[in-house]
């Protein structure tokens, strides 16, 4: 290989500095349409890459929530609706009848009412109330005297028993089968579940249960 001339070193460069010179003036001439041709490509990319994708995800999220609020509307109005028929119907059953069905199994907790409902059982049967305890549990107390269908079990979720323990005094065969008559068809639902009977004191002690709805 030959080398190079002094004078073809020189010339190289010189086209060299030339060179340089131009892109020096060129970039100096267009620095800023560089700079925003630079910027212009970043968003772009950043656009394509980074914001897109992310709006997409975004329209499918607002899409799928207003299908989910609008399925919940409907399932509300249609529930509402429900509701609505049911006081509908509600208004139109006879009040006495409502109270006699409420009176089976009551809302509101009332111990003395029981307490005088029972001591007036007694009392009315010519017999003498020795004692009575009253005590409460929070669920139903199922004690199997009839047997419930599993699907019919489900109402014992909103009952709250009520045990009484009840002693009376002047038993006669005859006023005691008409307080177990009383007992039976009281408007208030009751279960008798032992009876204890002592001839030589003619007393009688009952252990009953009452209840009360929680709802």
Known sequence: MAQKSPEEIEGNIEEKKIRTKQFNKFFSDYFNWIVGGVVVAIFIIGFFVLLLPKYGQTVDYLNISNQQEILDASAKRDEL???QQLLTAYNKIDKQYIDKVNAIAPVIKNKEELFSELNYLVSVNQLFLQSISLS???TYQDQNIVPIA???KAIS???ETVNIVLSVKGTTYESFK???SDLEN???LMDVLSIKFSPSGQTTSLIINA???KN
């Open 186 to 188: 009281n408007l208030r």
């Open 157 to 159: 979720g909103s009952l």
């Open 178 to 180: 008409n307080l177990l």
């Open 81 to 83: 609706s429900k509701i």
């Open 150 to 152: 599993p699907q019919e």
């Open 211 to 213: 209840y009360y709805s």
């Open 136 to 138: 409460s549990t929070a």
